[in-house]
């Protein structure tokens, strides 16, 4: 267990000051960057680390993965956000534990987190996830909602009993115009962000960028980074 500390502790340490030095090299102030760790796969020994290494921010993307983690670590100060494609039979779960879901991207997801949340009389963030690489009327291969479908996901969210909606996510696309072009994706999500703040001004939140394109999100005004590989290493399974 020392020896994960010590490693997960020096892995931290790097990517806090990669989040420091790009934070200066946008001329942003570090406390401007929230950074989100991403925990898929990992124990919640690991989880309960971080926590005593300063981290209050953890991601998950697998509900069956996350509830149980979620329940071990309830004792500790955590805000949980949900990250993955999420199904509908998996919301009443996810609205027990998570504090935001960053994966909202149909109406129909919004009104059953609406439900799930009343029932359990919690409110519950919610980030419009949006794809870029999808056309007008789709969902990205990623998941997420096409850029023209975020004014009506973002009516439906502000309107719902239970949610708050917090502003939008995107995950740098692996096909399409803005393949391989993080820096101008995460540009691109920040115009829909400033435009999405016309109506809801409270909708301030960006989620981009991720082990590989912090600085690029960072660059472009991202509010938080989720952050998986370069904190807890490769994982099982992924080479």
């Given at each position: ?13 790097r990517v806090e000051e ?127 909602v096409a850029p023209d ?91």
């Amino acid at each position: 267990m020392t020896d994960r500390r010590t490693q997960l502790a020096e892995n931290l340490a790097r990517v806090e000051e990669r989040i420091a030095s790009a934070c200066s090299a946008a001329g942003r102030g570090r406390d401007e960057v929230t950074l989100i760790v991403v925990t898929k796969t990992y124990p919640a020994s690991d989880v309960r680390i971080l926590h005593e290494l300063g981290v209050r921010h953890v991601a998950e993307n697998r509900d069956q993965d996350a509830a149980p983690k979620a329940a071990e670590c309830a004792d500790l100060s955590l805000t949980w956000h949900f990250v993955g494609q999420l199904q509908t039979n998996k919301v009443r779960s996810v609205a027990g534990y998570a504090d935001v879901v960053q994966s909202v991207d149909r109406v129909k997801l919004v009104a059953a987190l609406s439900a799930a949340t009343v029932r359990e009389e919690r409110e519950l963030g919610c980030l419009i996830q949006v794809a870029l690489d999808a056309e007008s009327g789709e969902r990205g291969d990623r998941g997420g909602v096409a850029p023209d479908g975020i004014e009506e996901l973002a009516a439906a969210v502000g309107s719902a009993p239970g949610l708050r909606l917090d502003g939008l996510m995107t995950v740098a696309p692996l096909a399409g115009p803005y393949a391989g072009r993080q820096r101008a994706a995460f540009d691109r999500l920040m115009e829909f962000s400033s435009r999405l703040r016309g109506n809801h001004p409270a909708a301030n939140m960006v989620s981009a960028g991720m082990s590989a394109d912090l600085e690029d999100a960072v660059a472009a005004g991202a509010t938080h980074v989720r952050v998986g590989t370069a904190v807890l290493g490769v994982r099982p399974g992924l080479g």
